[in-house]
């Protein structure tokens, strides 16, 4: 799977968007681009998937540019429990190989 | 949508002894579960896969007869910390996939925090 760039750290003031921006520069045409987040002292969650169009669910929008070489993903409206680190991870749907985790974005939001 | 069940949350054991860690799948199954463990301030690392019915796959450096795993069913997968000690002390999570769902598929337990001392 590709690897993927991400920022270590970023503040959001609660109630602003937030956008975590994410590289993914190798990756191959059948490669997806998910976003999971861990709250403290949690396991990972699903935020959202995309292949190659933007992507929103009641969680958040997923911004994929169109050589697919990075993405963003926006939490529209932040709130304090938004607090956690955010992972972008590139792999493709085909067989059972695991989520293979990089450093992720550590975002802080502030009252 | 799909649970996966941790349990325990949190031990503390002594030097020297086992401990057992459960992960369940409550409501689909799942023949491959996926154990990571994580230090503090550091990302998850994948420490093995386990296949329902035949031995796990570990990950280079993951000592097998240390870190026994068991996945005798479709919904439970256990770990086993062998002998443990304060090095072990970590944070561990299991994952398991339901089939079909593609990288969403991918449903994570809440952690197991375990402290050797």
């Known amino acids: 799977d590709a690897k993927t760039t991400q920022p270590t750290s970023m503040d959001c003031a609660e109630g602003r968007a937030a956008n975590l921006p994410c590289n993914h520069s190798t990756i191959s045409g059948n490669e997806y681009v998910y976003w999971y987040r861990q709250i403290h002292s949690q396991g990972p969650q699903y935020i959202i998937h995309?292949?190659?169009n933007n992507e929103t669910n009641e969680m958040a929008s997923l911004i994929i540019t169109e050589d697919r070489k990075s993405s963003t993903l926006i939490l529209p409206h932040a709130t304090l429990r938004d607090t956690a680190v955010y992972y972008c991870?590139?792999?493709?749907?085909?067989?059972?190989?695991?989520?293979?985790f990089g450093k992720g974005t550590r975002l802080s939001v502030i009252a | 949508g799909a649970v996966v069940s941790q349990h325990p949350s949190r031990v503390i054991c002594k030097s020297g002894t086992s401990v057992k860690i459960e992960c369940r799948s409550l409501d689909f199954q799942a023949t491959t579960m996926f154990w990571y463990r994580q230090f503090p301030k550091q990302s998850l690392m994948l420490m093995a896969t386990s296949n329902e019915g035949s031995k796990a796959t570990y990950e280079q450096g993951v000592e097998k007869d240390k870190f026994l795993i068991n996945h005798a069913s479709l919904t439970l997968s256990t770990l086993t910390v062998t002998s443990a000690h304060p090095e072990d002390s970590s944070f561990y999570i299991c994952s398991a996939r339901e089939v079909g769902q593609g990288g969403r598929g991918y449903t994570f337990g809440s952690g197991t925090r375990l402290t050797v001392v």
């Open positions: 991870i590139v792999r493709n749907n085909s067989g059972n190989t695991p989520l293979v």
């Open positions: 995309g292949l190659k």
